[in-house]
């Protein structure tokens, strides 16, 4: 290195830290101020497959085993079965209580087989158990036991405030684990006469904690596991530009092949242009069409089929061998349900089965190795702000470990500068960045680059 005269030694540039090691530390950090801090409560933002649900595991297991009670809060009955089968899976001798509803499906009943699992409809019936676990509503109507040292509350981002509310008296310190880019918590009745104000019901658990707790120690989890190398700086910079993060696998170590080749039809060719890069846009005729539009209904279904007739197969760093691309690691995704429908309705018709077809909302925290998506905002007049929610696309387009393929009219990119987004703007509302304008925008401009057009 050479000396400039008057100018401070320059540092040598650091080595970038690898993802396993950035994964580590960041979850060490975590763990470090759940078991050993002072605050009431923690918050962890995780990205798309950075392996929520294993921190959440492991912090279970690492709270039990340091002898401190343990609630866990889960947003849905599936998330809360998930979890159970999950720490029952790492601990087989470690005694956990799944509190369930009254209904006769409240629960799966794989938990039933499992001895170290004991299922209740009461609390006091799991009181002594070191973790027990479920969903929020459940929770909510927990009444005269003694309160647990620590609580756990997973999606946080998708919990109202009102539902925190509901369940603080029952824990006195908390982690709370979620995903900032996805769906904003659903609510029956509008919300805007609570906009603003600092017990708004409708505002995600962690905001509102956060507007009154300013200091807690929040953290991030820096690295998606699921996420290719061709997709993790997109969904980064669209969907979270304070809180970037990076793929753990780097460029050429996750591959998409078929051996069938092209037969140079639309579905065929975006197939080619997904495996080889990630991506691809497979583009309709600009037109105004119904919302279950038959056309790109069927294009969808084409390329699904066409996915599994021409033998994909995958390899990645959990499968250096070539493993085949079946119907079960093959989802569709739509922004309405009339469009799920009619897009299962396609694929029957066309003999194919076992593809989860299913929208954004339901996707949510689910993993597949391609996704094709229907856009929201194809064919489309206008664009609403049901189309345009950020988290809408980022559930959309963050499903995936090696390829994502997009059906969609043109015109998309001139219907959004018609229609900017013209939310009224309230006084005290946090404004949500990057609005879905923006991001919808950054998506189309990386699909452009990746665009298959269809013939009129």
Known sequence: MVAVPGLPPRRAARPPVDPATAAARATEAILRDTLHGTARGVVVDSPPGAGKSTLVVRAALELAAAGHPLMVVAQTNAQVDDLVLRIAEKAPDLPVGRLHSSDADAYDKALDELPQVRTAAKASELAGLGIVISTAAKWAHVRGVEPWGHAIVDEAYQMRSDGLLAVAGLFERALFVGDPGQL?????????????????????????????????????????????????????????????FRSGTGHGERALRFAVTSDGSGPDRVIDEAGASGWGLLELPARHTPRTDPEAVHAVAQVVRRLLERGGTTVSERAPEPVPLTADRIAVGTAHRDQAAAVRAALAALGVTDVTVD????????????????????????????????????????RHRHACIVVCRAGVADLLDDHPSMEPVQLGVTIKFPDGWEANHAVLSHLAEHRVATAP
């Open 359 to 398: 929208t954004a909302n339901r996707l949510q925290g689910r993993e597949y190795d391609v996704t094709v998506v229907l856009h929201p905002l194809s064919g489309r007049p206008d664009a609403t702000a049901f189309h345009l929610e950020t988290g809408r696309l980022c559930v959309l387009a963050s």
């Open 184 to 244: 904003d918590p659903f609510t029956l009745v509008g919300s805007d006469q609570w906009a603003g104000l600092s017990y708004d019901p409708a505002a995600s658990a962690v905001s509102t904690l956060l507007a009154h707790n300013p200091d807690l120690p929040q953290h991030r989890l820096p690295v998606s596991w699921r996420l290719p190398a061709s997709a993790a700086p997109l969904v980064s910079a669209a969907f979270y530009p304070y809180t970037p």
